[in-house]
């Protein structure tokens, strides 16, 4: 029987020195992800570090035009902060259809990127609201763009005794607007079988900006690239919003697995796109259109 060490950590001084002296020591946050892939014989680390109860990871402050939010902090408490709802409503919203209740006390926002799964909720709407994270080991401090530090499914570029400290979103501006949507079997209860998370900058009538992002239908969470250069510098209709989601659907490279085929989630690409667009297209600047409750 596998038999694993806890260490409850009460500074980040703590984590780094529980972290560092065992080479398979895994850092934990809520667990809701690393505790089913250990009961599955996935992962077997013989030590884990639990970094929930850190204080300096659990803070959500407004900082020089950004969000900065503590990568312990609950899914829940980032749905329903009125600084994450005002300045970063995208990640609010994906948060917000994040599992179930107790998934979301206990999961974390640092957990759903540490665990890099290509379908995580909040990932796809932190990818299009321009999101950093700050990751820290006892070597030194770093920021890494959200959408770079994604390498395949259940990896990132951080080694394994660096910690994402904090999630650092940028103010969302007066003439954006974002939406998210995503599609699972039991509703915001399951994993994504596809999510969508659009940020669109509009300057009288026409889209400036467009920053596109699609989970579970590549190894990691992608932008859609050629969608966005379709839309970017254009007036919207309802013309160019269904060729936009076309393209999506066309540049997104999805498989085939227990939740869907890869034709069915190309499908879904474009439909939830021209869902989230036209919301966007049509609804005010500055709100978040597309949330499911
Ligand atoms: C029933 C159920 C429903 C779910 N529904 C959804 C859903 O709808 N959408 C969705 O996206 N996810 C869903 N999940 C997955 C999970 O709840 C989320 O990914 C959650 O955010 C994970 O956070 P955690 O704190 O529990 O992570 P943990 O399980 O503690 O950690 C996950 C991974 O991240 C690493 N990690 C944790 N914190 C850090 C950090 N600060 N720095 C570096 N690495 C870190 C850990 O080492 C581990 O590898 C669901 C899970 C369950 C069990």
Same mark, same amino acid.
């Given at each position: *029987? ?10 980040? /001084? ?76 995208? $990640? ?54 959200? /959408? ?53 900058? *509009?300057?009288?009538?026409? $889209? ?19 969608? /966005? ?50 919301? $966007? ?13």
């Amino acid at each position: *029987m596998l038999k694993t060490e806890f260490v409850k950590a009460r500074s980040l /001084e703590e984590a780094f020195c529980a972290i560092s002296d065992r080479a398979d020591a895994s850092f934990v946050a809520g667990g809701t992800d690393l505790f089913v892939q250990i009961k599955e014989g996935k992962r077997k680390p013989s030590r884990l570090v639990s970094v929930r109860e850190v204080p300096e990871l659990l803070g959500i402050d407004l900082q020089r035009g950004s969000v900065v939010i503590g990568s312990a902090v609950p899914l829940s408490d980032v749905a329903s902060s009125a600084v994450v709802a005002g300045h970063a409503p995208l $990640v609010a919203d994906a948060c917000l259809q994040i599992g179930s209740p107790q998934v979301r006390n206990r999961g974390t926002i640092g957990g759903n990127i540490g665990n890099a799964s290509p379908a995580g909720d909040s990932i796809t709407a932190l990818i299009a609201s321009g999101a950093r994270i700050r990751v820290k080991s006892l070597a030194g401090e770093r920021e890494i763009l959200l /959408e770079a530090s994604f390498l395949g499914p259940g990896k990132t570029v951080l080694s394994p005794d660096e910690l994402i400290t904090a999630v650092v979103v940028p103010v969302i501006q007066d003439h954006t607007r974002v939406a998210f949507e995503k599609y699972a079997l039991r509703g915001g209860m399951d994993i994504a079988i596809v999510n969508v998370a659009i940020s669109l900058d *509009m300057v009288d009538g026409l $889209v400036t900006d467009a920053r596109i992002a699609l989970g579970a239908v590549a190894p990691t969470p992608i932008r859609a690239v050629e969608a /966005e250069r379709t839309i970017r510098g254009n007036r919207p209709s309802s013309s160019l919003i269904e060729e936009a989601a076309r393209v999506a659907a066309r540049e997104c490279c999805p498989i085939d697995d227990v939740r869907g085929t890869a034709s069915y989630r190309r499908h879904l690409v474009y439909v939830l796109t021209k869902r989230a667009l036209a919301k $966007v297209c049509q609804g005010n600047v500055g709100r978040v259109w597309g949330c499911a409750r």
